[in-house]
């Protein structure tokens, strides 16, 4: 080959620089874009701008590296028997997920507002509250949740700055980091909670001066993860709105048991405080067919089925695991395994309660 000439050699040379020197640039770029994401993201007043977050935060951004930003797990509770059992089974799966890596979980408290004491108290922490003034719920046992957290937050010492509000039939199958950020809640969407649908009830408690209906989520107060300060002030207000709403004979009529659920978000929008939504935060059997990366199994829904693994929703099933099957007793221990071909969401459920149950000491004295 001949020898190149000194002129291309040059060329060559330069052109190579400028390629150098765009691919560094541009990885630069990229690194400085990333962390100014970050930056942007952690600060609240630029978040609320840049991004909505009833859509979704970015997943690289769930877990941020620092400080664990603890949060405090309560929930309310009655003291019925189909309240205390449900509550036993969840305080264990919150003891073997509260220090297993990646939970962020601190204190437990059970807000009991039966107005006194009960026998489980030396089970599991648990702060006393008084129920609503007799007939004041009208028959409506859960609007006493919203005035147990106001007389909880006002008179408890609670020392972490963030708050997960549960419910009994929870249970905790992976560790759950704290998935708030900044001034914005992390929440559950619920497929039936429909702001945009009931518009003209809302507009009863949200009026149109407020703002749009879209910034009432479409969540219910439980799973949520917040800020102590934010539940402080939203709390009254969401006592007072589910009192007022049950008062409404449209709105009881439109609303029934998810009543007090729209009042929280009634009562969040209200103080401009709109939430995280994360569809991985739980699942629901039977209709959730697998446990994956989600944080929290709510076994609210009868699980029945067929011996050859068919769902029979709506009919009693030759297997079966229904929650309200043991209204006055807990269920006993070691429950049959669900048969073959039933999801793995509701074989693992079953599991989480026969270890729970196993376990729990005097499970069978009919606490």
């Known amino acids: 080959m001949g020898k190149a000439s000194p002129f291309f050699l040059v060329f060559l040379g330069f052109g190579f620089f400028i390629a150098s020197y765009n691919l560094i640039t541009m990885v630069i770029q990229n690194q400085n874009r990333d962390t100014d994401l970050v930056t942007r ?39 019925a028997p189909y309240s205390k059992w449900q509550c036993r089974i969840m305080y264990y799966w919150y003891k073997k997920m509260k220090d297993a890596e990646g939970s962020e979980m601190g204190g437990f408290t059970r807000v009991l507002h039966s107005g006194s004491p009960d026998n489980l108290m030396d089970e599991i922490p648990t702060f006393v509250v008084d129920p609503l003034p007799a007939g004041m719920d ?31 039939d929870h249970i905790f199958v992976n ?35 407020k703002g749009p209906v879209t910034n009432v989520d479409p969540i219910g107060n439980s799973p949520v993860i917040i800020k102590k300060s934010q539940l ?73 089925y067929s011996l050859k693994g068919k769902l029979t929703y709506g009919k009693i099933g030759e297997w079966r695991f229904d929650k309200r099957s043991h209204l006055q007793r807990p269920p006993p221990r070691n429950l049959s395994l669900p048969p073959p071909g039933v999801p793995e969401s509701v074989v693992t459920l079953v599991k989480m309660v026969n270890e729970a149950t196993a376990n729990i000491p005097g499970w069978d004295d009919g606490r």
């Open 138 to 168: 009208r028959g409506y046992i859960v609007l006493n949740r919203p005035w147990a957290f106001v007389q909880w937050l006002d008179k408890a010492n609670i020392e972490e700055d963030y708050i997960l509000m549960g419910e009994p």
């Open 41 to 79: 993201l952690e600060d609240a007043s630029a978040l609320s701008i840049k991004i909505d977050p009833v859509v979704g935060m970015p997943n690289e951004l769930k877990r941020l590296q620092g400080v664990k930003r603890l949060y405090h797990v309560a929930l309310t509770a009655t003291d």
């Open 232 to 304: 402080e002030k939203i709390a009254p207000i969401w006592m007072n709105v589910s009192l007022k709403m049950k008062e409404d004979p449209d709105t009881d009529k439109a609303f029934g048991w998810v009543l007090e659920m729209y009042a929280y978000v009634v009562a969040s929008a209200l103080h401009g405080v709109q939430h995280i939504l994360h569809k991985d935060f739980m699942i629901q059997p039977p209709w959730d067919l697998k446990v994956g990366s989600s944080f929290i199994i709510h076994y609210t829904y009868g699980c029945d």
């Open 175 to 209: 560790p759950l980091p704290n998935l708030s950020r900044g001034d914005y809640p992390a929440a559950f969407p619920f497929f039936y909670i429909k702001p945009s649908e009931n518009e003209k009830i809302i507009r009863k408690f949200y009026p149109e001066e």
